[in-house]
T-cell receptor, first 113, second 113 residues
């Protein structure tokens, strides 16, 4: 049973660039949520996708956008990168259009220089 | 006031003893409560979830929920060095069925051999 997968594992970008992170949910799951975890902090909710639509969004600027594909996989895009965007980006999947009982992928470590 | 509060620790517990981790939350409408374990450099791993007042046991772990006091705790019996990690408390604050998880900053637990 495949768990949540994310790519890439690590990424280094410079300020002003754009980045795309990818996530494949756990087998049987149809809902994907994205979180940002800064060093020493708990994960912060970015947004959640279900049925290819953004269902809910946290307090993140429009530079953060996403997409969900028909196979339930998802992308997170961040434009005009800032130094403060350096963090671990976590994808979590769940089932049935609900955000509870979420299982996390290994994360993508983004460093912005 | 933070939505979910945890003592950041570090909490040091001798091997074989009981480790007690605490969490308080501010939103009385919170429906679901989760404990995640996060090893350094890794992603959060779901340990337990609890929805109803009282205790829920799973092996060496017991989650306790008191909605009147807005308090949730995790007890780890017979603590092992492998239990050394950061423990994240998360709360699902339902919003028309689109539940996002709101996390505390985590408690760092160290088990002393």
């Amino acid at each position: 049973d495949a768990g949540v997968t994310q790519s890439p594992t690590h990424l280094i970008k410079t300020r002003g660039q754009q980045v795309t992170l990818r996530c494949s949910p756990k087998s049987g799951h149809d809902t994907v949520s994205w979180y940002q975890q800064a060093l020493g902090q708990g994960p912060q909710f970015i947004f959640q996708y279900y049925e290819e639509e953004e269902r809910q969004r946290g307090n993140f600027p429009d530079r953060f956008s996403g997409h969900q594909f028909p196979n339930y996989s998802s992308e997170l895009n961040v434009n005009a990168l800032l130094l403060g965007d350096s963090a671990l980006y976590l994808c979590a999947s769940s089932f049935g259009g609900k955000g509870d009982t979420q299982y996390f992928g290994p994360g993508t470590r983004l460093t912005v220089l | 006031q933070k939505e979910v509060e945890q003592n950041s620790g570090p909490l040091s517990v001798p091997e074989g003893a009981i480790a007690s981790l605490n969490c308080t939350y501010s939103d009385r409408g919170s429906q679901s409560f989760f404990w995640y374990r996060q090893y350094s450099g890794k992603s959060p791993e779901l340990i337990m979830f609890i929805y109803s007042n009282g205790d829920k046991e799973d092996g060496r772990f017991t989650a306790q929920l008191n909605k009147a006091s807005q308090y949730v705790s995790l007890l780890i019996r017979d603590s092992q060095p492998s239990d050394s990690a950061t423990y994240l408390c998360a709360v699902a604050i339902s919003n028309f069925g689109n539940e996002k998880l709101t996390f505390g900053t985590g408690t760092r637990l160290t088990i002393i051999p």
